[in-house]
């Protein structure tokens, strides 16, 4: 099931390489710039609000929002497809809009899918799982881009059919491997090995992206050379197979060695569950039931989390942090241009931006895991870490400091790729997994926000008006000549430095207020052991045993042998109990 995750999860990141056959995009329909950056805005709210995917998967099995996902990625990128390619009729502007939201829209379906079942079914490495899966999404933009000269050669126009229907058939693929598992309980070192030869191998497909791509900039490489290098991809993606065939043979084989399963049968909990759910309320209860939140850990409800101030505090710092990083990304190759350096050093800032981003999901998944659990390392705090450090990122282009770009693209790429498992495993522990999917994709939503804020209203608004103060000031007045310089962006860098510092302030809040639950041990009801007070356990061997050795529910036996078993629980109380 996780591999499954993986492959999905490495086929769903065609909203990262739109730069690459927008231009075409552009020309084939003939487009101004001002259409394009609509058609991209589109882009970006499909991509990033996936309410509606969380609220399908909260009422539906994790096939259906997968089944879903894939028909609108087909359906989005073939319409785009055909309109470039002239096989249609030229849509207008507002249609290729919702072509675009659609099929971006199939990014949020696919991850609900399968990073919110693989977390729920992984609850005690949600770090580990959240990094490693959000890794894969990082490097599918590479991915793509080699897989594409593989099989279409330099086609931009093809690139929009290979992330048409590659990813839905893996979807279509896997859909039945997604699902809901009872989680194994205990989260020991054999339990989480597996998660770090993932890590082993995820690292090393990063690495040959990151080494082929530098090199591809100084090379020019024949098309049996991309094949060869596209084959090669594609058997690092299936190595991990091997991991998982080991794995499943070492469970065989416990399982064979281990002792019938008994079956726990709790009445008295039903029972009173049953007539406290059976109880009216009263509207004034139901309301004030909204603010009256539970334990941290515990599962809120969906309105309880959203009015919470832990999540308006969490919400607030990513979108400080994750809105100033994306401002960096989107304008690197301005800010490349504006401070003098060749196209071809612009080409590296963004593939290092996309590797260190794949990188530092990896990195802020498993470390956070790790100093949680041997250290105590509260999360949030982890995440001030990452906000401070991405500060400096800021101050070196708003600085302009000479040959820093190369630093600075590492150190954004990076923390950028690392608040997202940090906000969705901080999401997952404090609201509980419940309603997780709806939850998930409402973190999402702080990206668009923060995105516009900094860079349209800030970056953009402030960008335009130095552009103009120089092209004024040039012989003429008239000519349009761009913005260079370090002025172009030092003012919108050093405000977005300060809200990334505020944003920082703010999660040291959420650290405070959060300290004591992070202090205690939040993973401890996923490892209660059977057998709490006023159950009752029947299994093989046990005298009034209904003869079951291996049901691990309840809710899975058919109506006789429940029965059986609710009878031999009530023959063990005593006759009072027995009547009641």
């Known amino acids: 099931m996780v591999y499954a995750c993986l492959l999905i999860m490495s086929a769903a990141g065609g909203t990262y390489i739109f730069g690459i056959y927008s231009q075409f995009l552009k020309s084939s329909l003939n487009y101004n710039q001002e259409t394009l950056n609509t058609l991209s805005f589109f882009k970006d709210l499909g991509a990033n609000v996936g309410i509606l995917s969380g609220l399908i998967n909260e009422v539906t099995p994790p096939f259906v929002v997968l089944l879903v996902g894939a028909a609108m990625n087909l359906f989005g990128y073939l319409m785009i497809y055909l309109s470039i390619t002239a096989h249609i009729a030229r849509p207008p502007v507002w249609m290729m809009c919702i072509y675009i939201c659609v099929a971006a829209n199939s990014q949020t379906f696919a ?44 086609d931009s126009k093809s690139l929009v059919l290979l992330i048409a229907w590659l990813p839905a058939a893996i979807s279509i693929v896997f859909v039945y491997t997604i699902r809901i598992m009872e989680p194994q309980r205990g989260s020991t070192a054999a339990n989480i090995q597996p998660f770090y030869y993932f890590m082993y191998l995820t690292i090393a497909l990063g690495g040959y992206l990151l080494l082929f791509i530098i090199i591809e900039k100084v090379t020019n490489f024949s098309r049996a050379e991309y094949i060869a290098n596209g084959t090669l991809i594609i058997f690092l993606l299936c190595l991990p197979i091997i991991v998982v065939i080991t794995e499943e043979l070492n469970i065989l084989m416990k399982q064979s060695k281990t002792p019938p ?127 401070v450090l991405a500060s400096f990122g800021h101050l070196l282009i708003a600085f302009g400091v000479p040959n820093s770009l190369y630093i600075s693209s590492i150190i954004i ?61 040039a012989a003429g007045g008239g000519k349009d000549l761009g913005c260079v310089g370090v002025k172009c962006f030092r003012l919108s860098f050093l405000i977005i430095t300060a809200a990334t510092v505020v944003g920082a302030v703010a999660s040291l809040l959420l650290v405070a207020r959060t300290r004591k639950f992070y202090k205690g041990d939040l993973y401890a009801k996923f490892r209660e052991a059977e057998g709490k007070p006023g159950e009752v356990q029947s299994g093989v061997g046990d005298p009034g045993s209904n003869g079951v050795d291996s049901v691990a529910s309840l809710n899975e036996l058919d109506g006789e042998t429940r029965c059986n078993v609710a009878r031999t629980g009530l023959e063990r109380r005593s006759p009072e109990e027995g009547r009641a």
């Open 111 to 154: 991850n609900t899918g399968a990073l919110v079942t693989c977390v729920k079914n992984f609850p005690e490495s949600r770090g580990i799982v959240l990094g490693l899966l959000k890794c894969f999404v990082g490097l599918s933009g590479a991915i793509f881009t080699q897989l594409y000269l593989a099989f279409y050669g330099d």
């Open 261 to 387: 399963i008994t079956i726990t049968v709790d009445q008295t909990n039903d029972v009173i569950s049953a007539q406290v759910e059976n109880m009216p309320k009263s509207a004034i209860k139901r309301i004030t039931d909204v603010f009256r939140a539970p334990a941290r850990g515990d599962d809120y409800s969906i309105l309880q989390a959203l009015v919470s101030l832990d999540m308006l505090i969490l919400f607030f710092s990513t979108i400080c942090g994750i809105g100033g990083t994306l401002t960096a990304i989107d304008n690197m190759g301005q800010i490349g241009e504006s401070l003098g350096y060749p196209s071809k050093s612009i080409n590296t800032f963004v593939s290092l931006i996309s590797i260190w981003n794949a990188m530092g999901r990896l990195a802020a998944g498993f470390l956070s895991e790790i100093f949680l659990k041997r250290y105590e390392f509260p999360r949030p705090l982890m995440l001030t870490a990452v906000l």
């Open 413 to 473: 790429g990076f923390c950028f790729g690392a608040q997202w498992p940090l906000l969705f495993a901080i999401i997952s522990e404090i609201f509980g997994l419940k309603y997780y999917s709806t939850l998930y994709n409402f973190g999402g939503v702080a990206s668009p926000i923060g995105s516009y804020i900094l860079n349209v209203r800030v970056t953009g608004y402030l960008y335009d008006r130095e552009a103009e103060r120089q092209n004024m000031a």
